[in-house]
């Protein structure tokens, strides 16, 4: 059963426009999530993180919601630029997890010029 | 590079060959974690390290993988009698510090491993 769902494999949005990507988690003891981007040939990296004593976190053009009942989060991007354009991770993680996260399967956005 | 290293980038080998993964962390991480990446899947942890020893290896998909790290820093990653299904992009990420410390994960860019 996957604990980290990334329900939709792709997103294109138009340069300027906002971007959101979401993710639903089952896993109620998570307590910490991340986002990170991975470009083609080349690993994943970290974009911004919350706490689950949050319920968002900011940073320039990236905002993370976490809706803890909804066991949802998403991430927004504004405005989006092309080189925002790549496959988007979520992943959860919890303290007594020994560090593990899970992962979403990503997201594949792309910014149109 | 002040990065996370794998190597090597590219492995090509036959079916029944073993392989050996290779990670240099970032100086200073005392966490290291392995992934794989199969095409079109998102990541599935395999294996963590704390310094030298590995608290979760619940990962490990079968007992032809192995891994193991030495003097905190460099890991490496053994897959015995290679099979097909094995062919994935490995990845490779390191923290500093480990539980709890909810720092995030810096990732190689992984290690595509072909097996014929």
């Known amino acids: 059963d996957q604990q980290v769902k990334q329900n939709s494999p792709s997103l294109s949005v138009q340069e300027g426009r906002i971007s959101i990507l979401n993710c639903d988690y089952t896993n109620s003891m998570f307590d910490y999530f991340l986002w990170y981007k991975k470009y083609p040939a080349e690993g994943p990296t970290f974009l911004i993180s919350?706490?689950?004593?949050?319920d968002k976190n900011e940073d320039g053009r990236f905002t993370v919601f976490l809706n803890k009942s909804a066991k949802h989060l998403s991430l927004h991007i504004v405005p989006s630029q092309p080189g925002d354009s790549a496959v988007y991770f979520c992943a959860a993680s919890y303290n007594t997890n020994a560090g593990k996260s899970t992962f979403g399967d990503g997201t594949t956005l792309t910014v149109k010029p | 590079g002040a990065g996370v290293s794998q190597s090597p980038s590219n492995k090509v080998t036959e079916k029944g060959k073993d392989v050996e993964l290779r990670c240099d962390p970032i100086s200073g991480h005392t966490a290291l974690y392995w992934y794989r990446q199969s095409l079109g899947q998102g990541l599935e942890f395999l294996i963590y390290f704390q310094g030298n020893s590995a608290p979760d290896k619940s990962g490990l998909p079968s007992d032809r993988f192995s891994a193991e790290r030495t003097g905190g820093s460099v890991s490496t990653l053994t897959i015995q009698r290679t099979q097909q299904e094995d062919s994935a992009v490995y990845l490779c990420a390191s923290s500093l510090g480990g539980p709890g410390s909810n720092q995030p994960q810096h990732f190689g860019d992984g290690t595509r491993l072909s097996i014929l």
């Open positions: 919350i706490s689950s004593i949050k």
